[in-house]
Every structure is written in structure tokens, then in C-alpha cells.
């Protein structure tokens, strides 16, 4: 009935026209659903020791490997343009087979993290990867058996370990990363005994062993040959994604991740829906180097790009989002608000 056509003005008497809420500029802004703010986003960021200047990475075009006057610029950028978030990687220049340089307050990562946090104080969150891939000279994110395999349970108590010092740095929250069974509990216990409940967890749940890490490891130079397929997840499953998130819950994580995010936007629902705690994702490495590879080519249009990648991630249902993207949004933001 609605769709027969009137034959004065050949236009059909429709009910419903859903493009009339996408005539102009300001009909879009007002129907639109979902928005992305500087507050939701967090910059992941990597210092380098011994770099006197910040040092450009060929697989991440725009993205650096900072020294520390240059992390502490960042950081004060970072918290002037109101990001909620900086998320600090540390490549040390030795590595060990267990990892020490992580352990050790002098170590890249908990100078960073102290620098950032003097730099800042409590005007940002102030973050750090929890994980041993960075500080190994095999580059696996744990310490290994006789065998040659990952030690969940010997790599667990460096954790702790690691998660002390690093608040003891002044990082307010730790991000393990690692993919350890019974992470979050061994760190949650080792912070409370270290006097540091304050120190909070954000849980990196379902960490999935992806082909678009590739980027990263040239940004910590890592020294991984093979993969990590036997402590990250598989990408085939999807029902373990919630396993994971609920165990890193009852351990005692404060906010869970889902990582990466694109090729990931179906567990990230999931887990939001799921999770009643904050869900963040990261929006790793090759979906950064994919986006700037097609617009350097001129293949698609990078700025639309950019802001339509990361809108999907916040409607997918993502609370926050790790992005190497993070300050260029937030100017933008400014720049338009
Ligand atoms: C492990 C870690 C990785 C990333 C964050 N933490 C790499 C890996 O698991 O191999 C990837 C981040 C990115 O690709 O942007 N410490």
C-alpha cells in the first residue's frame, strides 16, 4: 500500500525514508550513534634506550621509537590534547634469557614509566605493558623450559615481580600482555603484598596470535623466530574469548582488552556485551601499517580511513581504544569541537 506510486509527482508514498536523517552535515552529527573522544583513547608508545633522538620506524610510517626527552614531549602532548591513556613499551639494548632488564628500576621500560609519571602526575592514566618478549633474548613473552617451551608457571612469578616494579616506577595501572594461565591472580597478589592496591590491572583477555603483530616487533627490535601460537589465542575461537575475560575477572582484572580489533569487532561485541567491567581494544600495528600502506598508495582516502577504523572499534562496544592513532584524533577533535 505505502509503496504505490503517485502519479502527479512519480514519487512513491513511502512511510519511512531513513535518508532524510542523512540530508546535510548537521542532520548526520545529530542522528549520529556513536562518537569517538579523545577521553576513550589511549596511545601505546615505545622508548628505546640509549636513543638520543627519536628514531622513525619504516613498517609504521609517523610512529616512533622515542628517547626519553621525547617520551616525556609526547606524554605532556598526550595530556594536553586529553587522552585517557599512554600505554609504554620499553626496548632495552641487552636482553637475557629471563628477562632481567625488566626487573631492574634502572631498566628502559621503569625509567620510561618514571619519567612519564614525573612528567604528568596524575593528569593521565599512566600504563605499561606487562610481558617479557621485549626484555628475552629468545623474544617469546615468558621464560622457557629445557624443552624450549614457554614456562607458564616460572614466567608467572617474574611477572609479579615485574608488576611490583613497575608500580613501584609510578605506572597507575599494569597491562599484562603475556597470555600466561593465572597472570592477573599472580600479579594482583604480588601488587596487594607489595603495599600497591592502588595499582590497577588492565587485563589483555583475549590476545589473539595474529599475523598483524608483524609491525610491533620491528618496533622493539624483537629477536622472536616462530610464533607464539602456544600461548596466544587461536583466531578460530570465539567461545574461549569468554573464558578468558571470565577468568581474568575472577582473578581480579579491572578492565579486560580484546586485541587486535579489527579482525576482531565480533568478540569485541561479545565481550562487551559479556563484561561487566570497562572493555578496551587495541588497534594493533598491521592495522595501522594496512591503512597507511593502501593511502600512501593512493588507494583509499587515509583520513577517512583513519576515523571510520576507529568508530567501528567504539561501536563494536569498546569503552576505550589503544590506538597509535590517538594524539592525530585528538587534534582533530580539537581542531573541530
Ligand atoms: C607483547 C605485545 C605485542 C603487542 C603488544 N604487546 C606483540 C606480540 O604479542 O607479539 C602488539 C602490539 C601491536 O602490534 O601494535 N608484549
Partial sequence: ENEKMNDDE?????????????????MRRFAAETRVTPSELILPVFVKEGLSEPQPLASMP????????SLKRAAAEAV??????????????????????????EGILN??????????????????????DEFTDHGHCGVLDEQGRVDNDRTLEIYGRMGVAQAQAG?????????????VGVIRAA??????????????????????????????????TG??????????????????????????????????????????REVADASPVPVSAYQISGEYAMIEAAAANGWI???????????????????????????????WFRDEN
Avoid at 512519480?10 to 548537521?26: F, H, I, K
Avoid at 596466544?232 to 571470565?246: F, H, I, K, S, Y
Wanted: charged content about 25%; glycine content about 6%; aromatic content about 6%.
Fill in 301 to 331: 582516502n587515509r583520513d577517512a580511513a583513519v576515523r571510520e577504523s576507529v568508530l567501528s572499534i567504539k561501536r563494536a562496544g569498546a569503552n576505550s581504544i589503544l590506538t597509535y592513532y590517538a594524539t592525530e584524533l585528538a587534534r
Fill in 171 to 183: 605506572a597507575h595501572m599494569v597491562a599484562p600482555s603475556g597470555m600466561m594461565d593465572g597472570q
Fill in 62 to 69: 609517523g610512529v616512533v621509537q622515542h628517547s626519553m626527552d
Fill in 227 to 268: 610464533d607464539r601460537k602456544a600461548y596466544q589465542m587461536d583466531p578460530a575461537n570465539r567461545r574461549e574469548a569468554l573464558l578468558e575475560m571470565q577468568l581474568d575477572l575472577d582473578e581480579g582484572a579491572d578492565m579486560v582488552m580484546v586485541k587486535p580489533a579489527m579482525s576482531y569487532l565480533d568478540i569485541l
Fill in 111 to 132: 625509567r620510561g614509566i618514571r619519567a612519564v609519571r614525573e612528567e604528568v602526575g596524575d593528569e593521565i592514566v599512566v600504563m605499561s605493558d606487562l610481558c617479557l
Fill in 80 to 105: 594536553e590534547l586529553g587522552l585517557s591513556g599512554f600505554m609504554l613499551f620499553g626496548v632495552p639494548e641487552t636482553r637475557d634469557a629471563v628477562g632481567s632488564a625488566a626487573l631492574d628500576p
Fill in 10 to 26: 512519480m514519487s512513491y508514498d513511502l512511510v519511512s525514508r531513513p535518508r532524510r536523517l542523512r540530508t546535510t552535515p548537521a
Fill in 191 to 224: 601488587l596487594d603484598a607489595a603495599g600497591r592496591e592502588d595499582v590497577s590491572i588492565l587485563a589483555y583477555s583475549a590476545k589473539y596470535s595474529s599475523a598483524f603483530y608483524g609491525p610491533f616487533r620491528e618496533a622493539v627490535d624483537s629477536t622472536l
